[in-house]
Every structure is written in C-alpha cells, then in structure tokens.
C-alpha cells in the first residue's frame, strides 16, 4: 500500500522535467546501442569507479558539464543528475545493478541491449507531448498499470520483466542471459 509520502514524492515530476531528461541522454543512449567499443569504454570507466573517464566519454556525446548536474558512479551502474525546478531540484537517469546484488560489476552487452531497447520510448516521450503527459499523469497518479502498458506498447521484448513507479519517476527492470544480474532503467528526482 503506497502512503501519503509516496503518493506525494510521486506527484514532483513534470513533462517539461522527463522530457528534458530523456533528450540529454538519447545522443548517449544511442551511442551506447551502436559504437560497441564506446559501450565498453564506459563499463570499464562504470566497474573502475573512474569518473573522469565517463566525463570524458559524456563530453563524445555531447553531454558537457554545463548540461547536467553531477554525474556519480558506484561500480555497478552510473546516475546522471540535472537541474530541476523546485521542489524536484535534481532530477536523474540512471542504468545500474540491484543494489546488495554484487560489487564492481557491469555488463557492456546487457547495457547495450537495453540501451536498444528504451531509446524507442524516449525517444516517443521527447517527441510526442500527448504521450508524455499521459506517462508523467502515471507515474503522478501512481497509477503502475497505465505506465506498464505505455512502456510495453513500445519495448516489446521479453528481457523487459518489470515497470515500477517510485520517486517521482520510472524504474524499468530488465533480465538478459548474458548477465546472473537483475539491470534497471531509472529516472527519478526529488528533494536531495
């Protein structure tokens, strides 16, 4: 059963928020998917913890730092934090492994895979705001079951095991043979 708080973390994200997001981080999206040597270049910089390399590799894409807010590393995965109005204040996009599951790992081909498989709905998200409103209506009503149906309506695979909402945002949960490791796709934001 949600409370009160979540139900009101929830309700911070805005369309103008999730779409400015998701923009910034479609150039990186799309190089993860197709240049296998960068992919792999940012896992080593994501199990190393060496965030001047993932800096370095945000700056190929375009992402520079006046774009974003911070960018943080934890062996397992990578969050990119930007700006947000109040009372969002920072609002992220993060790829990582179940945290409590393993340490210093990170799988380029299993990034790769879901880097294909999102992209679609980012990319319908930045471009379509009837579509936009209607996921960020979702996650701001808590309502779980209409935003799993947006995101299977556009990621049609199998790997995609779970759509959950929490703090005022998305986590898509992916499951690929290549990895013993549960993956999630995020956005989230709130007070820090």
């Not at 190929?60 to 960018?71: D, F, K």
């Not at 943080?72 to 700006?83: A, E, L, M, P, Q």
């Not at 990319?123 to 808590?142: L, M, T, W």
Request: hydrophobic share 40%; net charge positive; proline share 6%.
């Amino acid at each position: 059963m949600k409370t009160n708080d979540e139900k009101e973390t929830n309700r911070l994200v805005t369309v103008p928020v999730l779409r400015k997001t998701l923009a910034a981080m479609i150039p990186f999206y799309r190089r993860i998917a197709s240049d296998p040597a960068y992919a792999a270049a940012w896992t080593r910089g994501v199990r190393r913890a060496d965030l001047d390399t993932l800096l370095r590799l945000l700056r190929q894409v375009g992402l520079s730092e006046r774009r974003y807010a911070s960018l943080s590393t934890n062996g397992i995965g990578y969050f990119v934090d930007f700006d947000a109005p109040k009372p969002i204040v920072l609002y992220s996009n993060a790829t990582t492994v179940r945290p409590g599951t393993t340490q210093f790992y990170f799988n380029t081909k299993v990034h790769r895979a879901i880097a294909k498989a999102i992209l679609p709905f980012y990319r319908e998200i930045v471009v379509n705001r009837p579509f936009a409103c209607i996921v960020v209506r979702a996650i701001r009503s808590g309502n779980r079951a209409l935003l799993d149906r947006l995101v299977r309506s556009i990621v049609k695979i199998p790997h995609l095991r779970s759509v959950s909402i929490e703090s005022s945002g998305f986590r898509l949960g992916f499951k690929y043979a290549a990895s013993p490791f549960r993956f999630d796709n995020l956005t989230f934001g709130g007070e820090p």
